[in-house]
């Protein structure tokens, strides 16, 4: 049980520092108009969203 405790909480952490990331790159690509960028963000977070 701690050890899926001890995962869960890393992953959440994890998970919060992908946000901030993708939000960082959200504003960047907005300015760049970097459509690669957005994908992979978007793809980033429908994946740690079914996680």
């Known amino acids: 049980m701690c050890h899926i405790a001890l995962f869960s909480s890393v992953f ?3 998970k919060s ?3 901030e990331q993708c939000e960082k ?3 960047n690509s907005r300015e760049l108009k970097d459509n690669k960028q957005e994908l992979l ?8 969203l079914f996680l």
């Open 12 to 14: 959440v952490s994890s």
């Open 17 to 19: 520092i992908y946000l």
């Open 25 to 27: 790159i959200h504003l």
């Open 41 to 48: 963000c978007a793809t980033i977070l429908s994946h740690l």
